[in-house]
């Protein structure tokens, strides 16, 4: 490989690499490209030494310009000598025969910032220098990843709407809470008569301490099952809570029919259900109301009612249904109800 | 049709005319959509569709609207980031004329699935230049006129363009360059959200 030296002009440099600087053998700056020069825009860098403009930081001993210039092409890492800004990345090599060193810098990662600080233009490149093509993509990205964040907040709205306006409820597949408030308002509104069954099931937290939340949800779904097969496909059924559903049982207002139906109920939820071999217990406490206790029948003072008269189920020892009774404020009570089925 | 190109008629129409008649347009496309998302891919019979809505709403030709929407693309303040990006393309408009051949590979680069014509910039005198604008984007050419005129603003030359027509190898815009420093133009600092 030839080593014949090639001559530029020092204005091909300024071109070619407009970061670059020749530092002599007493540590003056020579010549400095026109991008470094913007830099110091207060300070002619010709004939500065170059040790007190720049800080070294890699390598971080050197035993002054002469050092660098023994180096035959190595990496470097310089800083404006307190002023703060870009870390300098660059090489520097000796030049020719002479005691001078050639550097030629970049801005490395900061060039973004730079470009800010200092306005550089594409100018201020070399034309194949990839910067502005860097710089393009950038922006380029910035813009269409905010586009994609601006998509995703509005799906993701969306997604929340969606669910506010769901009407079922996803483990069980029975209605939720909001459907029941729906169904609930349009049988008051239309002056249907109907029972109304609030379940709360009994051990059901054992189960999920004992077994763990995935039999809690098994055990979930096996009641949803017997809900849905004790009632007819006119009736209602809501999870409304973890282990509590209302049942609207329609066009059936008799006390004591909606009590054999509690029962039948209450008496398919005692029975084990399984679990990766395991029997979970559970069993069920029901309050019971129907329009006919009231002249204008309310959706809130029903499920209230049937709230109290689920508590009377709870509080008189579990596994049975209560029917609440308005005008004396006593409750009829169905006891042992499953063993009429057993 | 990528959404980021219905998404632009959609503000373009919007901004331009008002909301009442983008929803009029959306309305009479019958296309069931009345907000395009940039980041979603649509089928590209819907771009035809709200484009006749608004020829018919707008009662104006379709080449009219789409040059009109080149223009929007590079001067208001809602697409402020596209003159940008077609800024970093070169420091005159000459140098913004030659960065054209990359511009689809440049889309392309920016965002994967949006895929533009080819353009290819001829020069046929001193200041006479010719951009061939590849088929599969009907109407691309006219939308592209308002660009380049928009831009030639933007960096303060004079010129004077010229739909030629089409030809095998697509639409031929022509480019007459009377002035390149007619004015001082809009400033581009690379540096984006730079005070000016």
Not at chain 1, 63 to 88: F, I, S, Y
Not at chain 1, 181 to 205: C, N, P, S, W, Y
């Amino acid at each position: 490989m030839s080593a014949d030296p090639i001559c530029l002009a020092g204005e091909a440099f300024d071109v070619l690499m407009p970061m670059h600087l020749v530092v002599n053998g007493r540590g003056l700056i020579e010549r400095a490209g026109p991008t470094l020069a913007k830099l110091l825009p207060d300070i002619p860098l010709k004939d500065q030494i170059f040790l007190d403009v720049f800080e070294l930081r890699r390598p971080r001993r050197v035993e002054g310009v002469t050092a660098l210039a023994a180096r035959k092409c190595a990496r470097v890492q310089l800083a404006l000598r307190g002023r703060g800004g870009p870390v300098l990345k660059g090489f520097v090599t000796a030049l020719g025969d002479s005691d001078r060193v050639f550097l030629n810098l970049s801005f490395g990662i900061s060039v973004i910032d730079a470009v800010r600080d200092f306005r550089l233009t594409a100018g201020d490149f070399s034309p194949t220098d990839l910067t502005i093509e860097m710089l393009y993509l950038f922006e380029a990205k910035t813009a269409v990843l905010e586009e994609s964040h601006k998509l995703n907040q509005r799906l993701q709205a969306a997604r929340i709407a969606a669910e506010e306006q769901a009407f079922t409820d996803t483990l069980t597949g029975l209605k939720n809470r909001r459907a029941m408030d729906h169904v609930l308002e349009r049988l008051i509104a239309a002056q249907t008569g109907f029972g109304l069954m609030h379940l709360d099931l009994d051990f059901f937290k054992d189960v999920n301490d004992t077994f763990g939340h995935a039999a809690g949800d098994h055990v979930l779904q096996a009641v949803a099952q017997v809900l849905v097969s004790e009632t007819r496909g006119e009736d209602m059924i809501a999870r409304i809570g973890g282990d509590e559903f209302v049942l609207i049982i329609n066009r059936m207002t008799d006390p004591a029919q909606l009590l054999r139906l509690a029962a039948r109920i209450i008496a398919r939820l005692r029975a084990p259900i399984p679990y990766q071999g395991r029997m979970c217990h559970i069993s069920g406490s029901i309050g019971i109301v129907s329009t006919d206790f009231y002249d204008t029948p309310g959706a809130g003072r029903m499920l209230a009612d049937a709230d109290a008269a689920l508590y009377v189920s709870k509080h008189r020892g579990r596994g049975r249904a209560t029917v609440f009774d308005r005008a004396d404020g006593s409750h009829r009570q169905l006891k042992e109800s499953h063993k009429e089925h057993d | 049709m990528h959404g980021l190109i219905n998404r632009s008629v959609q503000c373009f129409i919007r901004d331009t005319y008002g909301p009442r008649m983008w929803q009029q347009v959306a309305l009479d496309a019958r296309i069931g959509i009345d907000d395009f998302e940039a980041m979603l891919n649509y089928d590209d019979d819907l771009t035809f569709k709200v484009l006749t809505a608004a020829r018919a709403a707008l009662d104006k030709p379709i080449e009219t609207i789409l040059e009109d929407m080149g223009t929007y693309l590079v001067s208001h303040p809602t697409t402020e980031a596209l003159r940008r990006l077609l800024r970093f393309g070169g420091e005159t408009f000459v140098d913004f004329l030659y960065s054209l051949d990359d511009l689809s590979d440049r889309a392309r680069l920016a965002l994967p699935g949006l895929d533009l014509p080819a353009l290819e910039l001829h020069e046929k005198t001193t200041t006479g230049y010719q951009v061939l604008c590849a088929p599969g984007m009907p109407g691309f050419a006219y939308v592209m006129i308002g660009i380049l005129r928009t831009m030639a603003d933007d960096y303060g030359a004079l010129v004077v363009l010229e739909h030629q027509g089409q030809c095998e190898a697509g639409d031929c815009i022509d480019v007459s360059l009377l002035e390149a420093a007619f004015t001082t133009g809009r400033r581009f600092e690379l540096a984006a959200g730079v005070a000016i």
